[in-house]
């Protein structure tokens, strides 16, 4: 399968652990973005790398929020000091820099966390 | 702030019934407007793509129109199936800078036999 994978799908934990999401995008994008997803409403932009570059982090919804890409290859998103309000999908996606503007971007399934 | 409004928020038809879905924008400057589709616990997938220059573009039973002066689309599903359930996601793309898109809440709908 040559999409873009997230692990792990399902998280539930308690409020105050930290959580951490992986993404892998399509071998070939060199831009990943993370969005976050809550029951009813569109995927809400978080932030993008391109190649490993992280060129959009003030839509972060807090500083307990960060993202990387060290590689330029896999991300990792991680939520510090989880709280309730942080329950939603976590979804990544990926596009080819030479096709933004396009706006076609390839998701993957997804990370659901829930925060007890 | 570039939104994207869609309507209605949710919808509910038989099975083999037409439906149309809207989507109004602010984005701008505009580059493209995609419509994607998102089945429950799952990503969102391209269903069709218009930039500027074109009014109306088909995908099989999905048919889309722009009207780039008023800033509205549309997305008719005609002959609806069951696993045409799921929500429809408005896209609208910026031209220039980042190329951020813009995803509007979407429209939940419910295809029953």
């Known amino acids: 399968d040559t999409g873009v994978s997230q692990n792990p799908r399902h998280k539930i934990t308690k409020r105050g652990q930290n959580v951490t999401f992986r993404c892998d995008p399509i071998?070939?994008?060199?831009?990943l973005y993370w969005y976050r997803q809550t029951l009813g409403q569109g995927p809400e932009f978080l932030t993008y790398?391109?190649?490993?570059?992280?060129?959009?982090k003030s839509r972060l919804l807090s500083d307990r929020f960060s993202a990387e890409r060290p590689k330029g290859s896999f991300s990792t998103l991680e939520i510090q000091r989880t709280e309730q309000g942080d329950s939603a999908m976590y979804l990544c996606?990926?596009?080819?820099?030479?096709?933004?503007?396009?706006?076609?971007?390839?998701f993957g399934e997804g990370s659901r966390l829930t925060v007890l | 702030k570039n939104q994207v409004e869609q309507s209605p928020q949710s919808l509910i038809i038989l099975e083999g019934k037409n439906c149309t879905l809207q989507?109004?924008?602010?984005?701008?400057?505009?580059?493209?407007l995609r419509w994607y589709k998102q089945d429950t616990g799952r990503g969102p997938v391209s269903l069709t793509i218009?930039?500027?220059?074109?009014n109306t573009k088909s995908n099989g039973r999905y048919t889309a129109t722009l009207d780039a002066d008023t800033k509205q689309s549309s997305l008719h599903i005609t002959a609806s199936q069951l696993s045409d359930s799921a929500s429809y996601i408005c896209?609208?793309?910026?031209?220039?800078?980042?190329?951020?898109?813009?995803f509007g809440r979407g429209t939940s709908l419910i295809v029953h036999p």
């Open positions: 989507c109004n924008y602010t984005v701008s400057p505009f580059s493209n």
């Open positions: 996606a990926s596009s080819a820099a030479d096709r933004v503007n396009t706006g076609e971007l390839f």
């Open positions: 218009m930039t500027f220059s074109e």
């Open positions: 896209v609208v793309t910026p031209s220039g800078g980042s190329y951020i898109p813009t």
């Open positions: 071998s070939e994008h060199n831009r």
């Open positions: 790398f391109q190649n490993e570059a992280q060129l959009e």
